[in-house]
């Protein structure tokens, strides 16, 4: 095993950063059943209190990932009120379809500075934390679209590829020092941020079960979880060709 596996989630302390929707609101749902304490985290207050409420002892921390001072606050109240925390799982993400015809720089920049930035943010406000306690970890949700290009990902699958490239260094950096790096590359999942998608999704996964898949992944001690693996399996395997066969095959189903 790579990690430490995590199996007996009764008791064990875990921050959910995007938890009002999507993956997060579901692995929030799978943990609270399995009887893990819940801190949860995102922009929308409104959403939060609701899934707080519904999920009976859980701490909301309402925060901004975009927002240092308001990720930092909200460790700050966390380390107060547990003193420590077992598992930071890193959720939040947004996703605009962009091509080179269509580039904005605007978009891409708000894409990079959430889905990168705001897991730096977060890293800032707790790897203290973390180093203190020499123990825990860490998992954060990517993308099988940061395995290589692919069309309409203009932003979004550098995004995803810069937090593969980072959960790698961490691993080298933090698994020494007993605190777990868990990389988790989904494929399609059925949420808000695929909705905008006008084109076929193969595998497409529902959020119940891509939080079982990556509850089934940290169970394992896996460092690289990924799902569904009939899927991201194959986009493993293209990343391994010449260039030359991968921008023909992948042109051709983009087509």
């Known amino acids: 095993m790579m990690n430490p596996p995590l199996r007996d989630w009764m008791g064990k302390r875990v921050w959910i950063v995007g938890a009002s929707a999507g993956i997060g609101e579901a692995c929030a749902r799978a943990l609270h059943a399995r009887g893990a304490r819940l801190a949860l985290s995102a922009r929308s207050a409104d959403v939060l209190a609701e899934l707080g409420a ?114 790698e260094s961490l691993y080298l950096d933090l698994h020494p020092r007993g605190i777990g790096v868990y990389l988790v590359n989904p494929g399609f999942v059925a949420t808000r941020l695929t909705s905008a998608n006008d084109f076929h999704m193969p595998a497409l996964m529902q959020p119940a079960e891509a939080a079982e898949a990556l509850l089934a992944g940290l169970a394992r001690g896996q460092f690289h979880i990924h799902f569904p693996r009939r899927f991201s399996n194959v986009l493993r395997l293209l990343r391994l060709l010449p260039y030359r066969l991968y921008f023909a095959l992948v042109g051709r189903v983009a087509r």
Do not use: H
């Not at 859980?58 to 909200?74: E, F, H, N, T, W």
């Not at 708000?110 to 897991?119: A, C, E, H, K, M």
């Not at 977060?122 to 934390?129: E, Q, R, Y």
């Open 54 to 167: 519904a999920l009976a002892g859980s701490l909301v921390l309402p925060l901004d990932v975009a927002d240092a001072d308001s990720v930092r606050a909200g460790a700050d109240q966390l380390a107060a009120v547990w003193g420590g925390v077992d598992l930071v799982l890193f959720a939040a993400g947004i996703y605009t379809p962009m091509r080179a015809d269509s580039f904005d720089l605007g978009t891409a920049e708000r894409i990079l500075d959430v889905n990168v930035g705001g897991v730096y943010r977060v890293l800032d406000a707790s790897l203290p934390l973390l180093l203190r306690q020499g123990a825990g970890g860490i998992a954060v949700i990517a993308s099988v679209a940061g395995y290589s290009g692919l069309p309409r990902a203009l932003a979004y699958g550098p995004s995803k590829a810069a937090l593969i490239n980072l959960c």
